[in-house]
């Protein structure tokens, strides 16, 4: 008995029939003599590139034990089903029965996705509150500065205004005299 690993990509439109297929898939694979250890039901995956017209695969994985005589048998039964799209069939050392690349890179991306959208909320509504911009805080400096001009400036005017009036009334007293 040797240690295998089946990876099958399976047609996405397959989805809504899965779990059918799974259990027909595993009957073949018990009546071939081959004992399931751990399967991973990977989910939909976008692909590396178009296989015929799909962009994306439902990836399964299977650790199985078996009889190397049954191996031909399976890949025949796995390369005319319609339903796969590609199979990968390794010999293994060990069977592991621990998550895969592939869904713990599934569960990191879901990870990403969920702070991405967490921190754009955030942004947005930082973005909704009204906040003073840059340019607003110095026309509020500006406008307190000319307040404090403002005082000032009524008494150099009002002194404008006496100096003013004491050049009138000493042009007035050359003119009467």
């Known amino acids: 008995m040797n240690h295998y690993e089946l990876t099958l990509i399976l047609n996405p439109d397959l989805a809504s029939k899965f779990d059918p297929y ?6 073949v694979l018990s009546q071939l003599g081959f004992n399931i250890h751990y399967c991973e039901n990977v989910g939909i995956r976008e692909l590396a590139y178009t296989i015929g017209i799909n ?3 439902h990836y399964l994985i299977y ?11 399976l890949e025949t039964k796995i390369k005319y089903d319609n339903s796969v799209i590609r199979h990968l069939l390794l010999k293994t050392e ?3 029965e621990s998550d895969s690349f592939l869904t713990q890179d599934t569960k990191e991306a879901k990870k990403r996705a969920e702070e991405r959208a967490h921190e754009a909320k955030l942004k947005a509504q930082v973005q909704q509150q009204p906040k003073q911009t840059p ?9 307190s500065e ?6 000032p400036s009524g008494e150099e005017e009002s ?19």
């Open 159 to 177: 002194s404008t205004t006496e100096e003013t009036t004491s050049e009138k009334t000493e042009s007035e007293n050359e003119e009467q005299a």
């Open 55 to 57: 962009k994306k695969g």
């Open 135 to 143: 340019s607003e805080t110095k026309v509020d400096e500006s406008s």
């Open 94 to 96: 060990t069977v592991t």
């Open 146 to 151: 000319e307040k404090k001009d403002e005082s």
């Open 63 to 73: 650790q199985l034990n078996g009889d190397p005589a049954n191996i031909n048998e």
């Open 22 to 27: 799974k259990e027909h898939f595993e009957s």
